[in-house]
């Protein structure tokens, strides 16, 4: 009796709580299968700062921008620029994000870009570094490697973007600036311009655009949260606002003006700090570009010593000296050179023509190289792959030539019909030119998306204003 009371209470005691545990099993099975128990989940990012520097709350997305709260607790110092490595290898090259004079013990949100792998995905993990270049007491260009990174990619990217300078229609001054998504073309963020803008151009990282105004006033503004982070007045008087340009470490802006009775012109030299003119030099640009034609009029090269500008009417090309604004050559005798572009090692610049030729100049001695000739039409706007294989040149029509530059052979694309082709924007991978096109008779304009492999347009985004200056974050 004793041994089958004993059997019969396991065996209620089994049926009572069994399917309790069973229940428990399948919760934790569960909870495993998300990723519950996995402590990486947890503990999302990691900043391991410096003495003296405040680093937290990384965020990586899997475009490899990493946002990240910043602080310094040292001197005062001023910042040029943030960089990020996955190596202890010092970076090349900075990119401001945030504030230039921020306080000591101030933190504030930084955003940089990360060598991430092709194709990373959400759980990707990420080891790296974090560097900052800055100015501190009569010494410049000092770089700190300040933190370690460990973290995964833990937001999706937004699909890459534009930023387009809107053109009224029948009109060939750019009224309006906007970031557009790149997928289907919804416009993210407008702002209205009071006056025309004559020049757009770009800051390093594109995380600001600049428009140089009729009025004077070159607006810088932030895409991203629709605000104006500065304004400054260049002074005209006679003069015409050109062409505005970021110097390659995003310090300094130089805006050109030009005199149509004298035929000199002036460039400013501008803080991005301050949004103050800190220098200024007259040159000769003989006869000034028409300032619609005048979009990317300045260069630099690679180290920034030196500017290069173009003059449309004039047929020629300025080289001036950025530490002491002294005029180094220049280049004549071209066609209405209406835009250039600097090779990745600076050795040579690339200057399409109004005769539909294409120009290589030697930067040693601003002496021409190669004339490419016989193109269908005028060449405009020009832009270089990033890795420096191609060069694309816009038509004055619906066509794009794209130029092997090993041995200057050419193919000329068709893009859309009844529109003009006028600037260029290539993706980060070099698999989709943006062509931004407008139609004669104030229709709307729009961007092309033309594919870089054989030359087909992928598709056409349609804007209710005609389009101008087109940049890709892509």
Known sequence: MGGVSKSQSAMEYLMT?????LIIAVVLGALYSLGIF???????????AGPGYLCSDPLLSASGTLAFTYGYQGPNVTVIGFACT??????????????????PGQEESVSVSCPLQSGATLGTPYSGYLWVEYD???????????ATIRTTVSKSSPAGILYVGFLYPGRVYTDELASVY??????????????????????PGGSTLYAFQGNGNIIAWNPVSNSVEGVVTVPLGANTPLGVGASPNGRYLWAVTGNWLNYDAVAYVISTSSYSIVANTAFTLAYPTNGWNAERVISFSPDGSTAYIDGYGGGMVERISTSNYIELGSTSSLSFPDSIMLSGNGADLYVPGYDGGLYTIDTSNNVVVNTMGNFPSTMHYNILSSEGSYLYAAGNGDNVERVHLSDYTSTEWSTVSNYYSTYLAISSNNSVLYMSMYASGGSPGGVAEINTANGNVIRFLSFPQGLGYVYSTT
Request: hydrophobic share 40%; glycine share 10%; with cysteine.
């Open 38 to 48: 996995n402590g990486a989940n947890f503990l999302g990012g990691t900043c391991v």
């Open 136 to 146: 501190q007491a009569g010494q410049s260009d000092l770089i700190s490697r300040f």
């Open 86 to 103: 996955n190596t202890t290898t010092a970076p090349a090259s900075f990119a401001l994000s945030g504030s230039s004079d921020l306080q």
């Open 182 to 203: 790149a997928n289907n073309g919804t416009i993210i963020n407008e702002y209205p311009l009071t006056a025309n803008a004559y020049a757009l151009n770009v800051s």
């Open 17 to 21: 709580y069994g399917w309790a545990i």
